[in-house]
């Protein structure tokens, strides 16, 4: 250590903080400036007493951050969903627990998540990535789910994401149960034409029943999602897997249709680099795009107690993040699914914080792979709709 104030670290001592503080000096400033600007305009002039003009009498977005309205990082709320295609990426919440077979909760998943990434800032240090200074992002709210009707909601939800896929933002979808996995790519495959879409599913659970408890529920979303032209089951992707959750109809159907599985065993003993190359090589292998559903019960249940199903054994909050973001800078992802929050079990926000973080991390992995913001619509987003991308089902 030296007392001496010119000092400074070797590169040797830190290459990622070097490349970090490099980083942030070239991001600019605009959109912050414009938010304290319109913060004032609308929140008006801060008492007299106030030294940092900066600040309004009322709160006007990020700051403070116990204050405010909660949206997803405080962004923009998005009234007039008709003008979704205006921004880069939109957040949809799906408040919908009626496939739920065990630990009601996740239907308060979304409200859960918004309320703590209130903590969080648009800057991370290490990726040099500033949300707010290079993309456009607004939360639209909740799809109108129906409680206790699985099919309806569904109907619903396909509709809704569907509606945002096709404008070109980017779908973010704060779940909910997994159950919800089914109609959100149905929603994609709507606008697919005769594109493919290939998923990278990331959970301690298959999902891959046709029905349990007699529906479709949430341990069935990719027994349905692969019955579609669209996504085919050998692009079907699972990370984590294992336990002692998970049933012996659903082991059958990865095994009749030779889907792709990954244990948490797996993924330690070949490397991070070496899973997300399995991952991609097969969700990729005559796909266009990749759907991402990120399950939180994925991660270890220590680190992530608000779930329905919490099951020991999983991966590491570290593992997931780097597995995940090596898969994103290296496939075109035209989406983002984050399930089974469940804040009636969370403890401290953990569970919620936990989603957060991947809702963040993706986004700023887009934007060092250049895939956002978008220039113009990716070439597999079709503007009509085919209603009949799925199979009748009763």
């Known amino acids: 250590m030296t007392n001496e104030p010119n000092f400074q670290a070797p590169n040797s001592f830190s290459f990622e903080a070097q490349r970090a503080l490099e980083r942030e000096a070239r991001l600019p400033l605009t959109g912050w400036q414009q938010e304290v600007s319109k913060g004032l305009e609308y929140g008006l002039e801060a008492a007299d007493s106030i030294r940092d003009r900066s600040i309004p009498t009322f709160s006007r977005g990020e700051l403070p951050h116990y204050a405010g309205i909660n949206t997803f990082l405080k962004a923009p709320y998005l009234e007039d969903v008709r003008k979704v295609g205006e921004y880069d990426v939109a957040i949809v919440g799906i408040p919908h627990d009626s496939g739920t077979t065990y630990r009601p909760g996740t239907r308060f998943g979304p409200q859960g998540i918004r309320r703590i990434s209130a903590l969080y800032t648009p800057y991370n240090f290490e990726l040099g990535v500033d949300l707010r200074e290079q993309i456009t992002l607004c939360d639209v709210g909740d799809v109108f789910t129906i409680p206790a009707n699985n099919e309806k909601s569904f109907d619903q939800i396909s509709k809704g994401v569907a509606h945002v896929f096709a404008s070109g933002a980017f779908p973010i979808l704060l779940g909910g149960d997994h159950s919800i996995g089914f109609p959100t790519v149905r929603g994609v495959c709507r606008h697919l034409g005769d594109k493919k879409v290939g998923i990278i599913h990331f ?153 957060t973080r991947v809702i963040c991390d993706t986004m700023a992995h887009l934007v060092i792979s250049g895939q956002l913001p978008r220039r113009e619509k990716p070439a597999y987003i079709h503007a009509e709709a085919n209603m009949a991308v799925d199979q009748a089902w009763s």
């Open 203 to 355: 959970d301690r659970h298959v999902d891959t029943q046709e029905t349990d408890l007699d529906e479709r529920m949430h341990t069935c979303p990719w027994f349905h999602a692969t019955n579609m032209a669209n996504a085919p089951a050998k692009n079907l992707v699972q990370l984590g897997i294992g336990g002692w959750q998970v049933p012996r109809q659903g082991v059958k159907v990865c095994r009749d249709r030779a889907t792709n599985i990954l244990t948490v065993t797996d993924i330690t003993e070949m490397g991070i680099d070496a899973a997300a190359e399995f991952a991609l090589e097969r969700a990729l292998d005559g796909t266009d795009c990749v759907w991402i559903s990120f399950d939180i019960d994925c991660i270890d249940a220590g680190f992530v107690p608000g779930t329905g199903w919490p099951e020991p054994g999983g991966l590491l909050p570290r593992e997931a993040l780097a597995l995940l973001g090596k898969i994103v800078q290296r496939a075109p992802i035209c989406g983002l699914e984050v399930v089974e929050v469940s804040p009636p079990y969370d403890v401290s926000d953990m569970t919620a914080l936990m989603a």
